[in-house]
């Protein structure tokens, strides 16, 4: 699932609708209004038709939602489950206010958690967690933190994005792959080719912010790189973590030269097609998500490549082994016709072992409990695994919620953009207006 460079743009419109008023329907029944538990016996729950929407398309991700959906109906079979695919947030959001919300939702992008949970959109589910008596320790911090906001649990995790270090074996030749960001840029200069006179025929690693998945938020755990202050403003100025991510990599764009780097980096091959630079040998490694084990399989069967956690800040080697996390989320919207049923099946694809083993295994996500991470049935190579050990570990990290949405990591990429262009002058001045921007936003945001 390679969606989530694609859904900034379907998050900010789905924000903009959210800042708005909240319709849904006034007299539907509220999650957790019935006293009896639902438990998990077949004869708790009234037979009843709830409907969930999705965002998966394919035809192998569309049956391995329907095959991760039997289980529910094989334990509930009172319960009839329809299922809508290739729904975007931007329609679950307009469905709510317009008084039409389905039983239970599902959305590729958590930017829009925060505003989900505050404008009431996705109903609370804190109550029945408790009532259930669900340990959500049994989820990673990071994966806790991206489904709420302000302690509104309005949503749950279902599967996780994650990133790491690919590289090309035979153009690493007998290096190994960095641990630290010094490392990193000592084989980037190695292992990258030009002709004569200056032109980039191979990269040893790209650092541009403007290349595919190089984006703030996924660079930001190299460093330990803050969002927020405890208050919620922004640290973007403060926090010591962005100074040093972008000096760093503006010495290694300046040594590439801003120039030959950029046209470089134009020349390459779609970031969603089998002409990916990776594939082809232009670039020895690059940050990418888990989802491209499977494409590489499907695209770039001979290619001979392992992976790796990022490189870290030189002096935080605690760091090494960690990454950037955020995943699919799913809830109960506003005015769900039958939310103690559609709680069940959000319980049931969130917490249940095979549930989220057969998902992950279709569409090759990471899952997020303990125990389907350990699951015997999870499909894994020493490559995806990678991916599952960094998900796991303790300093992994996502972007916090925020009532921003989008709009904290668009203004900052925006002038990272210009940070390698050259044309920031005064990086504690630029830094500090990114933080105005951001929180100038947040007051009208009501944060």
Same mark, same amino acid.
């Given at each position: ?169 035979? #153009? ?8 630290? #960001? ?69 010495? /290694? ?105 057969? /998902? ?83 007051? /009208?945001?009501?944060?």
């Amino acid at each position: 699932m390679h969606r989530r460079s694609l859904t900034l743009a379907t998050a900010a419109v789905a924000a903009m609708a959210l800042t708005a008023c909240t319709a849904g329907k006034e007299n539907a029944p509220a999650l957790g209004a019935d006293p009896k538990p639902a438990g998990s016996a077949t004869g708790s729950l009234l037979a009843a038709s709830i409907e969930l929407w999705h965002g998966f398309n394919t035809p192998s991700e569309v049956k391995a939602f329907e095959e991760a959906v039997a289980g529910f109906r094989e334990k509930y079979p009172q319960i009839t489950v329809k299922l809508v695919k290739g729904v975007q947030d931007d329609q679950i959001t307009q469905a709510v206010r317009g008084g039409k919300a389905p039983d239970v939702a599902s959305s590729f992008s958590t930017d829009n958690v925060a505003q989900w949970c505050k404008s009431g959109t996705f109903q609370d589910l804190t109550p029945v967690i408790a009532r259930d008596g669900i340990d959500l320790s049994v989820i990673p911090e990071a994966s806790r933190a991206y489904t709420e906001f302000e302690g509104r649990r309005c949503t749950m995790p279902l599967l996780a994005d994650v990133y790491g270090l690919y590289y090309n074996k035979a #153009l690493m030749g007998e290096n190994k792959p960095p641990k630290t #960001l010094s490392e990193l840029t000592e084989l980037a200069k190695k292992l990258t080719v030009r002709d004569p006179d200056g032109t980039i025929k191979v990269a040893g690693f790209l650092p541009s912010f403007q290349y595919y998945e190089n984006v703030a938020s996924h660079l930001a755990p190299m460093v330990d790189a803050k969002w927020y202050n405890p208050d919620g403003t922004s640290a973007v100025g403060s926090d010591p973590g962005w100074k040093r991510l972008l000096k760093w990599q503006k010495e /290694l764009v300046d040594w590439y030269g801003y120039d030959k780097l950029d046209k470089f980096r134009k020349s390459l091959g779609q970031e969603w097609s089998a002409e990916h630079p990776f594939y082809k040998g232009k670039i020895a490694m690059v940050l990418d998500g888990e989802w491209r084990t499977a494409m590489i399989a499907n695209e770039a069967k001979d290619l001979d490549y392992g992976t790796a956690p990022l490189p870290v800040a030189d002096d935080r080697p605690d760091l090494y082994g960690s990454g950037f996390t955020s995943g699919t989320v799913i809830g109960v919207p506003k005015g769900a016709k039958n939310p103690q049923a559609a709680w069940e099946l959000v319980k049931y694809l969130t917490t249940d072992t095979q549930a989220l083993v057969t /998902l992950s295994n279709a569409v090759r996500n990471v899952p997020t409990t303990k125990a389907s991470l350990e699951s015997p049935d999870l499909k894994k190579d020493a490559n995806f695994q990678t991916f599952l050990d960094i998900f796991a570990h303790p300093k992994t990290s996502t972007v916090p919620s925020s009532a921003n949405s989008t709009f904290n990591q668009e203004s900052l990429q925006e002038f990272m953009g210009r940070w390698e262009k050259g044309s920031v002058k005064d990086l504690d001045a630029g830094l500090a207006d990114v933080d105005r921007r951001i929180n100038d936003k947040l007051k /009208l945001s009501g944060g």
